[in-house]
């Protein structure tokens, strides 16, 4: 009996890595992200998202516009369409939302977890360290989209969310 213990521990020890390894990040939805992201004091995330464009992209795809640009299949069910209008598993019809530019929040969305930029990094925030990131981002659907040209610089302007100064 007193043999099995190392190997009981060795057998922990495995499950609990590979447990560890194959941890699988999940979208939560922007209403989560709402919780502590909506006041003055914090920089009005939600609020901003919610005013701007990026939030109504999926319903872009309900206009007459949409229906002649997919006119076989329903724009709002085109993956080639909802690559771009609506992108993030499970929450297409949030269009453009926090988690398709942050990752999936499902282990960083705690407190705990969130006011360590490290410990977020490690648990599924996407890490922008520079304006170079920022920008390849958001070309990743802006490069072609509708053969629309895209200023980095001033369309950062207006989308950018920072949480004010001295906070
Ligand atoms: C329980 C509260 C809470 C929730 C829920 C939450 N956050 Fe946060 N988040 C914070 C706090 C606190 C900070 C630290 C900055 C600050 O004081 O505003 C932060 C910081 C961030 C930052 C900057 C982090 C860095 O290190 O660069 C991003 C980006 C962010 N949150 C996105 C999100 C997204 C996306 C969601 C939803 C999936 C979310 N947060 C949910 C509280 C929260
Ligand atoms: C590569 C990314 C990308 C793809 C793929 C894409 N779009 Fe867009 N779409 C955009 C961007 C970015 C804009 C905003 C810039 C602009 O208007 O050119 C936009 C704008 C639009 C608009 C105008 C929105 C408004 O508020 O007036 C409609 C409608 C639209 N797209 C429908 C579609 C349909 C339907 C498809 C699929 C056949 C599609 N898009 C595929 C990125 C994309
Ligand atoms: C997942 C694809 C995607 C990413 C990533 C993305 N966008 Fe967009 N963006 C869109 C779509 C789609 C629209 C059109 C929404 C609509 O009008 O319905 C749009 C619209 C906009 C608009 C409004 C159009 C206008 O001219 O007023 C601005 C500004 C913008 N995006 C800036 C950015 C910036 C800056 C980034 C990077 C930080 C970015 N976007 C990342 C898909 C994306
Ligand atoms: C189009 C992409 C995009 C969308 C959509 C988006 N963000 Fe961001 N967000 C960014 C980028 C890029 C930064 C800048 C990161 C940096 O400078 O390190 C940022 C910064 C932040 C910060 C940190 C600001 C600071 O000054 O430290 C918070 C908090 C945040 N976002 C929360 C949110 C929340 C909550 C939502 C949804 C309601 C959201 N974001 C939607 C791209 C996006």
């Known amino acids: 009996m007193k043999k099995a213990i190392p190997v009981l521990v ?3 020890a495995f499950v609990f890595i590979l447990a560890a390894y194959s941890q699988d990040f999940t979208y939560v939805g922007s209403a989560k992200c709402k919780t502590c992201h909506k006041s003055e004091k914090r920089g009005q995330q939600y609020p901003l998202w919610e005013a701007r464009q990026h939030s109504k992209s999926f319903a872009a795809l309900s206009t007459d516009k949409a229906k002649e640009l ?3 299949t329903p724009a709002a069910e085109n993956p080639k369409c909802l690559k771009c209008h609506g992108p993030t598993e499970g929450f297409k019809e ?3 939302t926090c988690e398709t530019c942050h990752g999936p ?3 960083y969305k705690k407190l705990s977890i969130m006011k360590d930029h490290a410990q977020s990094v ?3 925030l996407t890490d922008f360290k520079s304006a170079d990131e ?3 981002q958001c ?3 802006h490069a072609d989209a509708h053969e629309s040209s895209f200023d980095f610089a001033s369309a950062w302007e207006k989308v950018k969310h920072p949480v004010p100064e001295g906070e």
């Open 10 to 12: 060795i057998v922990f």
């Open 70 to 72: 997919s006119p076989d």
């Open 94 to 96: 949030e269009g453009v």
């Open 105 to 107: 929040g499902s282990a």
């Open 122 to 124: 490690a648990n599924g």
């Open 134 to 136: 920022i920008k390849k």
């Open 139 to 141: 070309l990743s659907c």
